[in-house]
């Protein structure tokens, strides 16, 4: 009997002392978690940083809409996703196949720190002559009112016969030309509105490409 009580008296002490380690293990982590200020960075620099969604590999362009800073930048995408997708033979191959586009938002000042904003995600696909992506922003405040609301159409430019590129909406009858960021050798572009139909046009004049209809 005393043997039992024994054992009894160790296997309290043993999952008590895991309870207060569990318990102190859990207020250490919130300490530390407490530490650092999630979604607010004291300058751009910082921003970009630690306030992307994804690894930058390359930053491509950056611009000022409506009192929001847009970030256009590619990541290398996490091979992991993809593994019961598409099965490449190293990590090399991947990288060199598999180069995203991203466009992000920030909002902010140095002064009042910068917070990101909106939809988290990356595009990719091939296409021979441009891609064509868009994403877009929309915020309220806290009243259910409108703070920011605008399309971004967005992509790279691949074929060289590709002199600028345009974009419309469905209700528009006339194109609008977007910018054209050249980087090391690629080209992008990048336009604020709606994109439903994008064209490369070369420097004839002539509609090499249009997606969208």
């Known amino acids: ?14 999952v008590s002392s895991n309870i207060v380690n569990s318990l102190l293990k859990s207020e250490l982590q919130a300490f530390e978690v407490g530490k650092f200020e999630f979604g607010k960075y004291d300058d751009f620099d910082e921003a970009l940083a ?23 930048y590619t990541t290398i995408p996490d091979p992991a996703e993809f593994q019961d997708v598409i099965e490449f033979q190293d990590n090399s191959e991947f990288q060199n196949k598999m180069e995203a586009l991203v466009v992000q938002f920030f909002e902010g000042n140095n002064e009042e720190g910068w917070e990101l904003l909106g939809p988290r995600g990356w595009t990719h696909y091939e296409n021979d002559n441009f ?13 259910g ?31 609008t030309e977007a910018t054209v960021i050249q980087k ?17 046009i070369s420097v004839n004049g002539e509609i090499v490409d249009q997606q969208g209809s």
């Open 145 to 175: 009112n409108v703070e920011h609301s605008f399309n971004v159409g967005f992509g790279e430019v691949n074929n060289p016969e590709i002199d600028t590129i345009e974009t419309k909406s469905h209700h528009d009858n006339t194109f």
């Open 184 to 200: 090391g050798p690629y080209r992008y572009y990048f336009q604020i509105g709606e994109d439903a139909v994008v064209r490369g």
């Open 1 to 14: 009997m005393k043997q039992i009580r024994l054992w009894l008296i160790i296997l309290f002490v043993v």
């Open 50 to 72: 630690k306030g992307l969604t994804y690894d930058m590999n390359k930053l491509i362009y950056t611009t000022r809409h409506d009192g929001v800073t847009i970030v256009m």
């Open 131 to 143: 891609t064509s992506y868009s994403t877009f922003l929309r915020e309220y405040d806290e009243a």
